[in-house]
């Protein structure tokens, strides 16, 4: 995880800095020294705080960041989530990465966390999806943990998930399932897309251990938990918003996969001030 960090920081800061900062090497002297609260300007939970830390540090090693929140933690509007000490262009070169990285984390963290308490007291774990940022996704789908929620795949190399399009390569799903079965190590496990409870059925008899219904209504959901009967896991995906998601949870399904926690996400509203 360090060095994503440092890698997607590095990325940013030179796509930002380029050349060099014009308006600060025009307007500040070079021994300027100043001082900057990180304040939140509503109320969120905290995701990235140690990845603002890096944005800084990378570009002085002497910088002083004080940490007053850390991630996972609920902030009201109007407090102070740290504050830092350096060189003042440096604080101005670093400003907008930092903001950038840590808004966007803070937005993903406290949607999960709506998510998450949405469905309190059932048994359903609310997941991400692969529907990340290109080149944010360490960043993304550790701000989902911080909310609350859990880690669906990190990419194509850690899983088995047989979609659609794998389905119809691979000539049905008991084909595609037989021939996973041939291949696979005993580590990982199979997880199959069905878009009805046919679909599901054949899934269930062919060995998968995990089956996803997509998009189908409550009541098929309903269906398919009783189909399935506890001898793989469910997971439900597609249409899935904050305004359904309870509803989803109580049909008593699994897992509940959620592409909006990663793209369609509101950055959460903090300002750098000096003072």
């Given amino acids: 995880m360090q060095f994503e960090i440092e890698r997607i920081v590095r990325t940013a800061l030179a796509e930002d800095i380029g050349l060099g900062d014009v308006t600060t090497e025009v307007t500040i002297a070079r021994d300027s020294v100043a001082r900057a609260d990180l304040v939140a300007k509503e109320n969120f939970t905290l995701a990235g705080i140690d990845v603002a830390e890096v944005v800084f540090r990378t570009l002085d090693r002497d910088v002083r960041f004080e940490k007053i929140f850390v991630d996972g933690q609920s902030v009201r509007k109007g407090e102070v989530i740290a504050w830092l000490k350096g060189k003042s262009s440096v604080l101005l070169q670093g400003e907008r990465v930092a903001l950038n990285l840590l808004q966007r984390m803070s937005g993903i963290a406290s949607l999960t966390a709506q998510y998450v308490a949405a469905v309190e007291g059932t048994t359903a774990k609310i997941v991400d999806t692969r529907k990340t940022v290109p080149g944010l996704r360490a960043l993304d789908k550790y701000s989902v943990r911080m909310g609350g929620g859990w880690n669906h795949r990190i990419g194509l190399f850690d899983g ?21 079965k041939g291949k696979l190590s005993h580590t990982l496990k199979i997880e199959i897309e069905t878009r009805n409870l046919a679909e599901a059925e054949e899934a269930l008899l062919a060995g998968a251990d995990i089956i996803m219904l997509d998009n189908m209504s409550l009541a098929e959901m309903s269906q398919g938990v009783e189909l399935i009967a506890g001898r793989a896991l469910v997971e439900a995906s597609g249409g899935v918003n904050l305004e359904r998601v309870r509803d989803i949870a109580e049909t008593g399904v699994d897992i509940i996969s959620v592409g909006a926690l990663t793209h369609s996400v509101s950055a959460a509203d903090i300002s750098m001030l000096f003072n």
Wanted: charge should be neutral; avoid cysteine.
């Fill in 160 to 180: 088995v998930l047989i979609k659609e399009n794998h389905i119809a390569a691979a000539g049905g799903i008991s084909a595609a399932i037989e021939r996973a």
